[in-house]
């Protein structure tokens, strides 16, 4: 008898320990990750104990008959198993302090993501567990039905807090893998953090007695049987208490929250002012924004060999005249108009080379969709594209592409071909008629179509309105764990390219201006000549041209109407296509404009590489590994780029520090250097991908030296985005120096490393 007693205390004792160490497991923000890893350990040697003291439990397994109650605790019971052995083997997957030799056991998105999920049903689960022994635990109790009514009410009000809370706190969007991350809110106390796990473990709890209540009930004598509707009403009033809390919060934030209203807040902007007395923000620059009024258009958009006549109207003050083009090719009508090009400094996550300042912008016609497959390859030929699909957009092409496709477009529909391309330019004929590359300026006018905010949508963007990193909208890097404040919450990432056309247009009818691909530009890469007011066409030579409008792994703040990429001549990538235009006007300056100094590097790569060094930054040692397999294979010197304060060890802690130095663009300082840089003449750079980009102190090593005249050959270490923005961070940062064709990791490469390493060297040129 005393041993039965013993055992029974026991397992009372593990389930009490089980429940605190869980509550202090889901209170991440307090623990922190080192901690929260040795927790969980201390976690999953309970569940074994717990397992072996419950063995006689497994061996009754399948004797005696299921009865309702039983059933319930079986099913319940056996979920909550599972649940905790998804959570800890996931965990484990991505421990990088109890278990490190375990990381990377399965792919760590993958696991990020089941680990979230799993230790919330298991959250949910433990308390249904707790619930259900309730009654058997307070079956001896001695009580008055009066007490003990009184009793289940407090209860059932703790109970609907406990929902509310569950509801608030966004737990449903975890149980069912909505969002990727958690979204913690670091500043709430440690103690009320607790208290509100508790809160809603009772709620599960609660709900877990009241279910077992109506199943005992049902196995009694007549004579011994309660009201079966006490337990369903109890359940019912918790419910119905949580969601009217959740309502009213709900309506409550929704009035008074901080979501973006960019016209609200460029105005409190403007009528704001410094410490020196001059007023700031963007209110009197809209004032002067002169757009053209465009009724809606219809546009005809060419299907195999159909065409159909399209006519747009314009209005011109009071009058309205027709514009009739005479080449049928659907593209869009854009009048001419007055813009703001750039962005305002109120705007968030803006770059300095975005300098506001005042264009105007004559006549011309654009494609309203992106360029497709078909089409680049009825005229090209070949489909360099990654993604497969007749109206998917064409990638992988590079700006020399783009201008040749341009010229076959021509010569297919009868058209002067605008550019003529030689051995060291290109040449464009303004004149021409036929089909060419957007200017910068003409992108961004038709991209905005008269909007003054971020995006041509006049708000957020959502996965549901174009496609990019969807995990990741705007303005999230500073509110990555309370994200309720966001206009648009974290939505579906689709990790490849769509048919173009899949969501609504822009005002002026353009499809895809954010997301999907990147489009290629006419103008060279370089800082705004704001004298240049009128058809800007960009620096007349350079190293690097534009691309705007963002792709399929971008992240929100980098498809800004305003966001300027650069590449340079030869670049190609999976997310990086064309949309081309054409003049409106037959009396357009025939002025040429001279595109010189192509950057063909894929002629000039050979064998013959000089002497390398491989320099990486790391975090978390994915990028160290590669680097270090790059060194098995090349022999080359290797230097690593450390700064002198140090990130923090702590994952949730590195990124808001990296998104804090990305969005005041610091400069690290760094513990070492390169003394003898000249004598290298091929740098691989590493870095891990950082909230879409290069870790700053990646920044810092690149303007510290002089490139010109170098290759810098990228990789990068990802978790999905790729390479995210981080070429044209390099790019930007190192103007003369060649990129290489880069590499992108995911997470730490696994067994199929060494050969992509191998592969990618040979295709620069960089076997040993």
Same mark, same amino acid.
């Given at each position: 008898?005393?041993?039965?007693?013993?055992?029974?205390m026991?397992?009372?004792?593990?389930?009490?320990?089980?429940?605190?160490?869980?509550?202090?497991?889901?209170?991440?923000?307090?623990?922190?990750?080192?901690?929260?890893?040795?927790?969980?350990?201390?976690?999953?040697?309970?569940?074994?104990?717990?397992?072996?003291?419950?063995?006689?439990?497994?061996?009754?397994?399948?004797?005696?008959?299921?009865?309702?109650?039983?059933i319930?605790?079986?099913?319940?019971?056996?979920?909550?198993?599972?649940s905790? =052995?998804?959570?800890a083997?996931?965990?484990?997957?991505?421990?990088?302090?109890?278990?490190?030799?375990?990381?990377?056991? /399965?792919?760590?998105?993958?696991?990020?993501?089941?680990?979230?999920?799993m230790?919330?049903?298991?959250? =949910?689960?433990?308390?249904?567990?707790?619930?259900?022994?309730?009654?058997?635990? /307070?079956?001896?109790?001695?009580?008055?039905?009066?007490?003990?009514?009184?009793?289940?009410?407090?209860?059932?009000?703790?109970?609907?807090?406990?929902?509310?809370?569950?509801?608030?706190?966004?737990?449903?969007?975890?149980?069912?893998?909505? =969002?990727?991350?958690?979204?913690?809110?670091?500043?709430?106390?440690?103690?009320?953090?607790?208290?509100?796990?508790?809160?809603?473990?009772?709620?599960?709890?609660?709900?877990?007695?009241?279910?077992?209540?109506?199943?005992?009930?049902?196995?009694?004598?007549?004579?011994?049987?309660?009201?079966?509707?006490?337990?369903?009403?109890?359940?019912?009033?918790?419910?119905?208490?949580?969601?009217?809390?959740?309502?009213?919060?709900?309506?409550?934030?929704?009035?008074?929250?901080?979501?973006?209203?960019?016209?609200?807040?460029?105005?409190?902007?403007?009528?704001?002012?410094d410490?020196?007395?001059?007023?700031?923000?963007?209110?009197?620059?809209?004032?002067?924004?002169?757009?053209?009024?465009i009724?809606?258009?219809?546009?005809?958009?060419?299907?195999?060999?159909?065409?159909?006549?399209?006519?747009?109207?314009?209005?011109?003050?009071?009058k309205?005249?027709?514009e009739?083009?005479?080449?049928?090719?659907?593209?869009?009508?854009?009048?001419?108009?007055?813009?703001?090009?750039?962005?305002?400094?109120?705007?968030?996550?803006?770059i300095?080379?975005?300098?506001?300042?005042?264009?105007?912008?004559?006549?011309?016609?654009?494609?309203?969709?992106?360029?497709?497959?078909?089409?680049?390859?009825r005229?090209?030929?070949?489909?360099p594209?990654?993604?497969?699909?007749?109206?998917?957009?064409?990638?992988?092409?590079?700006w020399?592409?783009?201008?040749?496709?341009?010229?076959?477009?021509?010569?297919?529909?009868?058209?002067?071909?605008?550019?003529?391309?030689?051995?060291?330019?290109?040449?464009?004929?303004?004149?021409?008629?036929?089909?060419?590359?957007?200017?910068?300026?003409?992108?961004?006018?038709?991209?905005?179509?008269?909007?003054?905010?971020?995006?041509?949508?006049?708000?957020?963007?959502?996965?549901?309105?174009?496609?990019?990193?969807?995990?990741?909208?705007?303005?999230?890097?500073?509110?990555?764990?309370?994200?309720?404040?966001?206009?648009?919450?974290?939505?579906?990432?689709?990790?490849?390219?769509?048919?173009?056309?899949?969501?609504?247009?822009?005002?002026?009818?353009?499809?895809?201006?954010?997301?999907?691909?990147?489009?290629?530009?006419?103008?060279?890469?370089?800082?705004?000549?704001?004298?240049?007011?009128?058809?800007?066409?960009?620096?007349?030579?350079? /190293?690097?041209?534009?691309?705007?409008?963002?792709?399929?792994?971008?992240?929100?703040k980098?498809m800004?109407?305003?966001?300027?990429?650069?590449?340079?001549?030869?670049?190609?990538?999976?997310?990086?296509?064309?949309?081309?235009?054409?003049?409106?006007?037959?009396?357009?300056?025939?002025?040429?404009?001279?595109?010189?100094?192509?950057?063909?590097?894929?002629?000039?790569?050979?064998?013959?590489?000089?002497?390398?060094?491989?320099?990486?930054?790391?975090?978390?040692?994915? /990028?160290?590994?590669?680097?270090?397999?790059?060194?098995?294979?090349?022999?080359?010197?290797?230097?690593?780029?450390?700064?002198?304060?140090?990130?923090?060890?702590?994952?949730?802690?590195?990124?808001?520090?990296?998104?804090?130095?990305?969005?005041?663009q610091?400069?690290?300082?760094?513990?070492?250097?390169?003394?003898?840089?000249?004598?290298?003449?091929?740098?691989?750079?590493?870095?891990?991908?950082?909230?879409?980009?290069?870790p700053l102190?990646?920044?810092?090593?690149l303007?510290?030296?002089?490139?010109?005249?170098?290759?810098?050959?990228?990789?990068?270490?990802?978790?999905?985005?790729?390479?995210?923005?981080?070429?044209?961070?390099?790019?930007?940062?190192?103007?003369?120096?060649?990129?290489?064709?880069?590499?992108? =990791?995911?997470?730490?490469?696994?067994?199929?490393?060494?050969?992509?390493?191998?592969?990618?060297?040979?295709?620069?040129?960089?076997?040993?």
């Amino acid at each position: 008898m005393h041993g039965k007693q013993n055992n029974r205390m026991i397992r009372r004792i593990i389930d009490t320990c089980m429940t605190a160490l869980l509550l202090c497991l889901m209170a991440y923000q307090v623990t922190g990750e080192q901690a929260h890893e040795w927790i969980g350990m201390g976690m999953v040697v309970l569940v074994i104990v717990h397992q072996i003291l419950n063995r006689k439990w497994y061996a009754a397994f399948f004797k005696g008959k299921y009865k309702g109650y039983r059933i319930l605790t079986t099913v319940v019971n056996v979920l909550l198993l599972l649940s905790f =052995v998804l959570t800890a083997f996931c965990g484990m997957s991505m421990s990088g302090y109890a278990v490190p030799f375990l990381y990377g056991m /399965t792919k760590v998105s993958f696991a990020r993501r089941m680990h979230l999920s799993m230790s919330h049903w298991a959250f =949910v689960l433990m308390g249904l567990h707790l619930g259900l022994h309730v009654p058997a635990m /307070t079956a001896k109790m001695k009580m008055t039905g009066k007490i003990r009514m009184m009793i289940s009410a407090a209860f059932c009000l703790i109970a609907g807090i406990g929902l509310f809370l569950f509801l608030k706190n966004g737990m449903p969007d975890y149980l069912f893998f909505r =969002v990727p991350f958690a979204f913690l809110d670091y500043e709430k106390a440690g103690a009320l953090v607790i208290l509100e796990n508790v809160l809603m473990l009772l709620f599960w709890a609660f709900a877990g007695a009241q279910g077992a209540a109506l199943c005992r009930n049902l196995h009694r004598k007549n004579e011994d049987k309660k009201n079966p509707l006490i337990p369903v009403i109890l359940m019912m009033a918790a419910i119905i208490l949580g969601l009217v809390l959740y309502t009213g919060f709900s309506a409550d934030k929704e009035q008074g929250s901080g979501i973006t209203d960019w016209n609200k807040s460029g105005q409190a902007a403007a009528e704001k002012m410094d410490d020196a007395g001059d007023e700031t923000g963007i209110e009197e620059l809209k004032e002067q924004t002169v757009v053209p009024d465009i009724e809606k258009e219809t546009s005809a958009v060419q299907d195999g060999n159909e065409s159909i006549k399209e006519t747009s109207a314009v209005q011109d003050g009071n009058k309205s005249i027709k514009e009739t083009s005479a080449v049928q090719d659907g593209y869009v009508f854009i009048d001419e108009g007055t813009f703001l090009m750039g962005s305002p400094e109120s705007e968030n996550w803006r770059i300095d080379d975005e300098t506001q300042h005042e264009v105007r912008v004559s006549a011309f016609y654009i494609d309203p969709y992106e360029t497709t497959q078909e089409e680049y390859e009825r005229l090209m030929a070949e489909n360099p594209s990654t993604f497969e699909g007749e109206k998917l957009p064409v990638e992988n092409i590079s700006w020399l592409d783009a201008v040749r496709f341009a010229n076959a477009k021509s010569a297919d529909a009868g058209l002067t071909p605008v550019y003529t391309i030689t051995d060291d330019k290109v040449s464009w004929d303004m004149s021409a008629d036929g089909y060419r590359l957007p200017t910068e300026a003409e992108w961004e006018y038709a991209c905005r179509a008269g909007t003054v905010t971020p995006f041509n949508t006049e708000k957020s963007l959502d996965a549901a309105e174009a496609n990019f990193y969807g995990h990741y909208p705007y303005e999230i890097e500073e509110n990555y764990f309370n994200n309720s404040v966001l206009e648009a919450r974290p939505g579906e990432y689709r990790q490849t390219t769509i048919e173009v056309g899949s969501f609504s247009p822009n005002a002026w009818g353009l499809y895809d201006c954010h997301g999907n691909v990147n489009e290629w530009c006419w103008d060279y890469y370089g800082e705004y000549d704001i004298s240049i007011t009128e058809d800007p066409t960009g620096p007349q030579s350079g /190293t690097r041209h534009i691309y705007r409008g963002g792709g399929w792994n971008d992240f929100a703040k980098n498809m800004r109407s305003a966001y300027r990429a650069a590449g340079q001549t030869d670049m190609e990538a999976y997310n990086l296509g064309v949309r081309l235009a054409r003049n409106a006007e037959s009396d357009r300056s025939g002025t040429a404009v001279v595109s010189e100094d192509l950057q063909r590097t894929d002629l000039q790569r050979t064998d013959s590489h000089g002497k390398v060094l491989i320099a990486y930054f790391s975090w978390s040692g994915n /990028t160290r590994g590669i680097a270090q397999e790059i060194q098995r294979q090349t022999g080359a010197d290797i230097f690593e780029i450390s700064p002198v304060d140090p990130y923090s060890s702590d994952y949730n802690t590195v990124l808001m520090e990296a998104q804090e130095d990305q969005h005041k663009q610091a400069r690290p300082a760094l513990t070492e250097h390169v003394d003898n840089m000249d004598d290298y003449d091929v740098i691989i750079l590493g870095y891990p991908n950082w909230w879409a980009s290069i870790p700053l102190p990646i920044a810092s090593f690149l303007e510290e030296y002089d490139f010109s005249g170098k290759r810098i050959i990228p990789f990068c270490s990802h978790g999905g985005g790729r390479f995210g923005q981080s070429l044209t961070a390099i790019a930007k940062l190192a103007l003369n120096a060649d990129i290489g064709e880069g590499l992108s =990791v995911h997470y730490s490469g696994g067994s199929a490393l060494p050969d992509d390493v191998s592969a990618w060297l040979d295709r620069n040129g960089l076997s040993r």
